[in-house]
């Protein structure tokens, strides 16, 4: 069975903009992990907006599992060394400042990401690093000593159809690659319910799907009970 993660970022970036007082995270947290999420998940820049440092205290205080996805930066490392999440992922600066988990370019700055992914695992935090969906992407993952990886697919999933069977064949290559270098594999970016099916037919081997906004969305209609329920019958 997939493991899926619910990402939460959505919440606090409705509340700044509608001027709310809170993001109810610690709800859509227990919600989510009662209709069968296997954890929750908030991304952080180093503006900490939308997504703030209090947000991030708070969901770890709440979720039964939790997973912080930040840049590799020094001063996020301390964050995730204090609130110690149950995973932690390494991507790039998200869409608009937002904290989605992008890839990283690992052919930029690779010592600064090997030594912030050392200093995690040295203090006993599982990690994995967001890459593009390309086999050098992967292969330089597992030679900076990754142990895991999320495959970014939000490049593939608004793709017109000839376009997008191409890139899912990449993605397939790139699945396959990691899981003969014995890597962790999970798939997350832009998926909703009409393209995570697609997507797991390419990526059989993917033991992690992560999905946020368009769960988020079907919600608002049908509860987050029922859409989370909905989303696993499709990953499943």
Known sequence: MR????VLDSLPALREATVASGAD??????LAELAGAFAVRLGIT??????KESDVRELRAFARRFELCMPATQGLLKVALELRPDRVLLSAEGWEGRGAAVPIDLRLRPAAVATVLRTLEEAGLSVAIVVAPELDAVKAAQGLGAREVEIFTGSIVDLPPAERRHELEGLG?????????RLGIGVGGGLGFDSVSEVLESAPASRRVSVGR?????????GLDRAIRDFRALVD
């Open 173 to 181: 290559d790139a699945v396959r690659l990691a899981s003969k270098l």
């Open 3 to 6: 493991q899926l993660s619910l």
């Open 214 to 222: 368009a769960l988020l969305r079907r919600s608002l209609l049908i």
């Open 25 to 30: 995270l610690a709800a859509a947290a227990n």
């Open 46 to 51: 180093e503006e900490l907006r939308p997504v």
